[in-house]
């Protein structure tokens, strides 16, 4: 009998509650402590999980009611006994988000860290759970989890039954999907693979299968064996618009849009599709680089406050950069469509005047209230180490290319950090990677990781670039939803003679205003005095209702003029003046130069 049993039944469908009940066979005789995780490996934000607990209560197994009460938001503790106890709770599971739980009539979703309480002194106890269905429940209803079952008969057809995990630890990184699933299997270097669709679609099922086979088997080369997973499971819930995704050791949760998702008869991957495929590699990524492969500040955390770390470059940005790489060169896409995809991830980074302000070290030390908590200015005051972090990792990718004449690349880092860190367990320490990775290349990297990492300098991608035959321009954008990539047309290298950019995020509303949500510093907009949250309304007295209104509008007059420009800021009416100057050259597109090698063999000879 294992020593911590936990039952979940998808009790409530109306309510969005799920009932737990955890049987502890030797609680704390001084009055046992229980815990709910106040954040989610994977994503770097204090949530507050036990807030969703709606009613507890505690019994010895002999029904013998016990007393147990809040001692912190995130604890509670029991009467002390030395008898075996059940706890019962009720989840409140309304959250559709890759990191929490969400339970209605056509699916029940959770992670561990929404719903089950960890017993103190006992998180490294093997663990009995029983998924345990209801009578809503219809027989066409499967279960998708990576735990394993407890015995051969342990769990029925659909997959209700009794599961375990080697700790608690280990069954928080097991979510669970519970719905009518469609269910896609595969092989990747005989591992066997599935993806699980939730939700409505009309996915061709079939690419899907044949796609990520050539993903996760083109992953599985470049770390090397032995292979890190006996199964891997990709569960996606499928939504309107939804996008995320959640990285586990033998899963991961994803979220898309069911647009997304390849359609019968489609030929070249759609932006949405080619998106799906990043996100699906960016996850399989994950489970060497962060799942295994750690800042040794996460193995050292217990959940309940913040782990502090500058690595997230690596973790992320590596990741990042590989993520739309490996699509190229596993043949998933064209050189033309990476080109494109990857200055559109640098637009990302040159667009924001946040790059200046914050180092991308800091913007993982600091993910918790900046990253995770972005506000209306975040383009000015902070860098994603997503972004930039994935241009470190293209800047060091290519100079190791460069000076080996393509014989070393970034991979054999990765190769590595496999070898000596995700197969011992061994954490990294904080500035060891920087350390590593000049030694393993021979690069004297100090001043590269004091200016790119350290410091809040532009990374020289030009030069980088030029020497694999691709030129990079930095242009100004041809309408407000120019997000990079694309060709160079003459038109938008000089800022004179472009089209007119307010430099901030706008956005048609149902009232036919037009509300301001980012300004970007140094723009028209920053100058002018128009703020977040202001509903433009007319210029030079006349009524503008949309951003194509007001881009054409813009476009007619050259720069130096003054327009004049009505606003509604919190319900009042203001005007201010429009002096019209040059658009930002910050859009960057990228160009393969004809008949010109690929001195790092980064890109392919075709
Ligand atoms: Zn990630």
């Not at 989890?145 to 990184?173: C, H, K, M, V």
């Not at 618009?241 to 991957?269: F, I, Q, S, W």
Request: proline share 4%.
């Amino acid at each position: 009998m294992a020593q911590l049993h936990y039952t979940i039944t998808p009790s409530d469908p109306k309510g969005h509650l799920y009932t737990v009940e955890l049987v502890i066979q030797a609680p704390d005789p001084d009055g046992q402590i229980l815990r709910l995780p106040n954040w989610i490996p994977g994503s770097y934000l204090i949530r507050d999980f036990a807030k969703h607990i709606v009613e507890i209560s505690a019994e010895t197994l002999t029904q013998e009611p016990l007393f147990i009460a809040p001692i912190a938001t995130d604890q509670w503790q029991l009467e002390p006994t030395s008898q075996a106890v059940s706890v019962r709770y009720q989840v409140y599971a309304w959250d559709l988000s890759v990191r929490g739980a969400h339970f209605d009539d056509s699916h029940a979703f959770f992670n561990g860290t929404s719903v089950f309480l960890a017993v103190e002194g006992q998180t490294e106890a093997e663990i009995q759970v029983t998924i345990q269905s209801a009578e809503w429940i219809s027989e066409n209803w499967q279960v998708a989890t990576t735990l394993l079952p407890l015995s051969a008969n342990a769990i029925d057809e659909q997959g209700f039954g009794d599961y375990r995990a080697e700790n608690y630890w280990a069954l928080i990184d097991e979510p669970v999907e519970i719905s009518d699933l469609t269910v896609i299997t595969f092989k990747a270097k005989g591992i066997p693979h599935k993806m699980v669709l939730s939700g409505r679609h009309d996915a061709d099922t079939l690419r899907l299968a044949e796609d990520l086979k050539t993903i996760c088997e083109f992953e599985l080369d470049l770390w090397g064996q032995p292979y890190p997973i006996e199964q891997y499971l990709f569960i996606v819930l499928v939504t309107d618009n939804l996008y995320g995704g959640l990285e586990h050791k033998n899963n991961t949760v994803l979220m898309c849009g069911r647009e997304d998702l390849p359609y019968a008869g489609m030929r070249e991957p759609s932006e949405g599709y080619q998106q799906f495929l990043e996100l699906c590699c960016h996850e399989y990524f994950h489970l060497w680089n962060v799942k295994r492969i750690q800042p040794k500040a996460y193995q050292e955390n217990n959940l309940q406050s913040k782990a502090y770390t500058e690595q997230l470059w690596w973790f992320e940005g590596v990741t990042s950069y590989y993520d739309g790489y490996i699509l190229y060169r596993c043949g998933l896409l064209t050189v033309e469509q990476y080109l494109n995809n990857l200055a559109k991830q640098m637009t990302r980074v040159y667009r924001m005047p946040g790059r200046f302000k914050q180092s991308v070290a800091d913007s993982s030390f600091l993910t918790w209230t900046k990253f995770y908590q972005q506000d209306e200015n975040a383009p000015n005051a902070i860098i994603s180490y997503y972004t930039k972090g994935s241009l470190i990792a293209l800047a060091l990718d290519l100079m190791i290319r460069q000076v080996s004449a393509g014989k070393q690349s970034l991979d054999d880092v990765l190769r590595h950090l496999w070898q000596h860190y995700g197969q011992t367990g061994k954490g990294l320490e904080e500035r060891e990677l920087e350390q590593l990775i000049s030694k393993l290349t021979g690069l004297p990297l100090e001043d590269f990781f004091e200016q790119y990492l350290y410091g809040v300098e532009d990374l020289p991608l030009p030069r980088l670039l030029l020497n694999e035959g691709v030129e990079m321009t930095l242009r100004t954008p041809e309408h407000h939803k120019d997000l990079g990539g694309g060709e160079v047309k003459k038109t938008l290298l000089n800022a004179e003679e472009a089209p007119i950019n307010l430099g901030a995020n706008l956005a048609n509303t149902e009232h036919q205003t037009i509300k301001v949500t980012h300004v970007f510093q140094q723009s028209i907009a920053y100058e002018s005095g128009l703020a977040a949250g202001d509903e433009i309304i007319a210029l030079e007295g006349l009524k503008t209702v949309s951003v194509q209104q007001l881009e054409s509008w813009l476009n007619r007059k050259p720069i130096g003029t003054e327009i004049s420009c009505h606003f509604f800021r919190q319900g009042v009416l203001k005007e201010t003046v429009l002096r019209l100057t040059p658009a930002a050259i910050d859009r960057v597109s990228l160009q393969r130069i004809p008949n010109h090698s690929s001195s790092g063999r980064w890109l392919f000879d075709e």
